[in-house]
């Protein structure tokens, strides 16, 4: 069961609108759980509104009567089922911070993993390397519709989600999501941990590389003991990663407990991370910078960032409390 964080999330969200589209099928198959979702979202103090296309017939006046009886604060559009929904939905009157479409599943690269987060730019490129892996055809146009609206400054964020349980709240209030973003606003803020919330969320970005193998344990009390040494990156207010700052020596300081959420692996937030790291660890007076690692990406990451694997002699006693662990080394007065 994903963690949630209902008040760090919630506090970003309240007040603001979640539009909610399904088509027909899917709100029929989905009905409880989309309603479940809403009304959690409601008492969240978060407005919401709830897009489809279901047909005014006989048969669908039991949904609609469910509808209007348990989602009172929610407002309803309906879109014509002869309408391009996806375009309608885009194109609907009410301003939203957020528009949520569900469907039958999840998007997935071409290992079969769900993708999580994308800017436009690459969301452009993942429909030109693997598009056809996208189940329903119609939503392969709606991609660039949607592309085209945040370009456009008309939308912020975008969110495909698999219809299902919980699934628009994981989406909103955990870490790993439930489906894949799309947005160009991620603005990263670099600073130190802030509060026993924020500690909490640290320890649960360690944990799943701790799973993974890469980290060893460092669980909440220990984040919390030593939160003078954590800094984290954040969107939107919320943590996205952190660095654990390891006094080497007068000159020397180690990265360590290098870790960024599934959700935004890939969009260079490491990048980002590890730059704000160096670059205030430097307005300190440090020049060189270590990080053990066995994490075949952040190796990358380091070598991309200039820095070489070796493991001088200076350092042999941190290199023998890590046997095994490759280690990486950056000097500022070497680089320039």
Not at 15 to 44: P, S, W
Not at 184 to 206: H, K, Q, S, W
Request: aromatic fraction near 8%.
């Amino acid at each position: 069961m994903p963690q949630l964080y209902l008040d760090e999330y919630a506090s970003h969200l309240a007040g603001r609108r979640v539009a909610i589209a399904c088509r027909e099928g899917i709100l029929r198959d989905h009905l409880r759980e989309i309603i479940a979702d809403c009304k959690f979202l409601g008492r969240m103090g978060i407005q919401t509104s709830l897009l489809h296309n279901l047909p005014k017939r006989f048969s669908n006046q039991k949904v609609e009567r469910e509808l209007e009886k348990k989602l009172t604060t929610t407002s309803h559009i309906r879109i014509p089922p002869e309408a391009d929904f996806y375009r309608e939905a885009l194109d609907a009157a009410d301003p939203v911070d957020k528009l949520i479409f569900l469907e039958r599943r999840p998007l997935i690269n071409s290992q079969g993993l769900k993708i999580n987060t994308l800017t436009t730019r690459r969301a452009r490129e993942t429909l030109a390397e693997f598009g056809e892996l996208i189940a329903n055809v119609n939503f392969r146009d709606a991609m660039k519709l949607i592309c085209e609206k945040i370009e456009a400054g008309q939308l912020e964020r975008v969110h495909i989600l698999p219809a299902g349980r919980d699934t628009i709240k994981h989406e909103l209030f955990t870490l790993e999501g439930s489906g894949t973003m799309i947005a160009n606003n991620f603005a990263e803020v670099f600073r130190p941990v802030a509060g026993d919330e924020e500690v909490a969320v640290v320890a649960r970005i360690l944990a799943m590389y701790r799973r993974a193998g890469y980290l060893r344990p460092r669980d909440r009390e220990y984040v919390g003991q030593h939160r003078q040494r954590f800094f984290v990156t954040a969107i939107d207010g919320i943590v996205v990663g952190c660095v654990e700052q390891k006094i080497i020596d007068r000159q020397t300081v180690e990265l360590a407990a290098l870790a960024i959420s599934t959700r935004f692996r890939n969009q260079r937030i490491g990048v980002f991370t590890v730059n704000s790291f160096i670059s205030t660890m430097a307005a300190q007076g440090y020049s060189r910078f270590i990080s053990l690692t066995r994490n075949p990406r952040l190796a990358e990451l380091f070598l991309q960032l200039c820095f070489s694997r070796q493991s001088p002699a200076e350092y042999r006693q941190r290199q023998e409390e890590s046997p095994g662990v490759s280690m990486y080394v950056r000097d500022l007065r070497q680089s320039g």
